[in-house]
């Protein structure tokens, strides 16, 4: 899924990039409210992890206007300001989560990954679709029970066909998800992986199909027949 970080501690910034890019996340990167503006206004975002000491407009301006504007994407302020004022002034601003400087990064995914689900309607973190199970949290694939050790974008690919399943998935689809800014991620690069996620997968009761001019669909073969 794709996340915006808007930070302008570049040290912070590149750590919280790097860390949600290990995780399976495409992160774009920007260190001004007006940056983070105009990143808003011409991409799609599934969360946002908004400093509010921002050089020029402040977050708190960056969120209300986001909200004002009726964009619903999840935003998780990342601040130092610990103040009880400060947590109501966010909250009642239009974020979803306030978390304060200093913070674990793992704690910060596991808050990533319950507002995303909460964003798609998942309440149930384990997705199945035949003899398919993967756990959203705990990143980890199993097929009939058994562990399936998958790359961090083969898992990223699965999880959004796995998510839409029985519903195509175009290949700009899953590149605009997947790729930042400034990453080499192509729609040949998607039809790598779907070949690879293919062959990882023969024995595992479902089926990727390629819609021609569309994109993919995954389904259980049960259902196929």
Known sequence: ????????????????????GDQGYAVDLVSSGERASAALASQGYDLVLLDLNLPGEDGLTVLRRLRANENPVPVVI?????????????????????????FELPELAAR???QIRRRAGQVNPIMEVGALSFDTIGRELRVGGERVALSVRELSVLEMLMARAGRVVTKRQIVNSLSAWDADFSENAVEVYVYRLRKRLEKAGVSIQTVRGFG??????????
Do not use: C, H, N, W
């Open 216 to 225: 993919y669909l995954l389904e259980s073969d049960a259902v196929a027949q």
């Open 78 to 102: 990342l601040t130092a300001r610990d103040a009880l004022e400060d947590r109501v002034a966010g909250l009642d601003a239009g974020a979803d989560d306030y978390v304060t400087k200093p």
């Open 112 to 114: 990533v990954r319950a």
């Open 1 to 20: 899924m794709r996340v915006l970080v808007i930070e302008d501690d570049a040290t912070l910034g590149g750590a919280l990039a790097e860390f949600l």
